[in-house]
């Protein structure tokens, strides 16, 4: 059973869950706001959000189950839960996941993820899940993700609580099936994967590289190939993907 706490205003609800985790049992606590003051994206990205126009909530999960070292599961999981979702809202085969669990629309970002999880011993513990999903702004700052809305593609405006409600359930489902079925995460997250089996320029220390996607290591690492069939495997921030609008 998942507990929903709705805020006005906070820095951010990834930090409000760290927070009240020393205090608090929060596995299962779904934590929304109307404006995050101090959101961020993966790294030092921010996350621009107008007041009451999209979902921005964190999730804290029991991840007790799951190897510390396979937790890139997770970011397999969240994705796939999201996607599940939008693909009843806009066409599927214009959805996908860019690596490492954006939620893209074409070429432009719709979603993102952060995750902060802990862990004990070699095992994994609590996870606090960010999502910031652009649901009814219309307009955005020129970033290079090119943001996208629901509303924008659409031209629907969105209730937020029961889009809220439907996402943060199907990734409780699809927590179980990683549970059951570790194996079928990482079929379905290839499926949906943005550029999987295709040929597109990255960059690289500076560089453009024209490189052939082949899929994922174990630890979620990024592995292509070049023209001359050279194998190349990177981590989150050690290759940029070079995306026209």
């Known amino acids: 059973m998942l507990k929903y706490i709705h805020l006005e205003q906070i820095d951010s609800t990834n930090a409000y869950l760290q ?18 003051t101090a959101g961020k ?54 959805l996908s996941i860019k690596w490492p669990n954006d939620i893209y629309f074409e070429n ?33 700052q020129d970033w290079p993700t090119h943001p996208i809305s ?6 629907k ?5 029961p889009l809220l409600e439907q996402i943060a359930e199907r990734i409780l489902i699809k927590v179980q099936q990683l549970k059951s079925s570790p194996t079928s995460i990482e079929k379905d997250y290839l499926k949906r994967l943005f550029r999987y089996r295709t040929w597109a320029d ?7 590289l024209r490189l052939f996607m082949t899929g994922i290591d174990s630890f979620g690492r990024l592995q292509l190939l070049d023209t001359e069939n050279k194998p190349y495997c990177f981590d989150i921030k050690e290759i940029r993907f070079i995306i026209s609008n």
């Not at 405006?157 to 609580?161: G, I, N, T, V, W």
């Not at 990255?202 to 453009?208: A, D, F, H, S, T």
């Open 19 to 36: 927070r009240q985790q020393s205090e608090h049992d929060i596995r299962n606590w779904v934590v929304s706001a109307d404006e995050q």
């Open 150 to 155: 629901l509303k924008m593609v659409t031209g």
């Open 157 to 161: 405006e969105y209730d937020l609580k």
């Open 202 to 208: 990255y960059e690289v220390e500076g560089k453009v």
């Open 108 to 140: 432009r970002k719709l979603a993102g993820i952060l995750i902060n999880s802990t862990v004990k011993a070699n095992m994994m513990d609590v996870s606090i899940i960010g999502i910031g999903l652009n649901v009814n702004q219309m307009k955005f």
């Open 41 to 94: 994206g993966m790294g030092s990205n921010g996350w621009e959000s107008e007041v009451g126009k999209n979902l921005t909530f964190s999730l804290a999960l029991d991840m007790g189950f799951l190897p510390a070292e396979r937790q890139f599961l997770l970011s397999e999981t969240v994705p796939l839960g999201i996607i599940e979702v939008l693909d009843t809202l806009l066409p599927s085969e214009k």
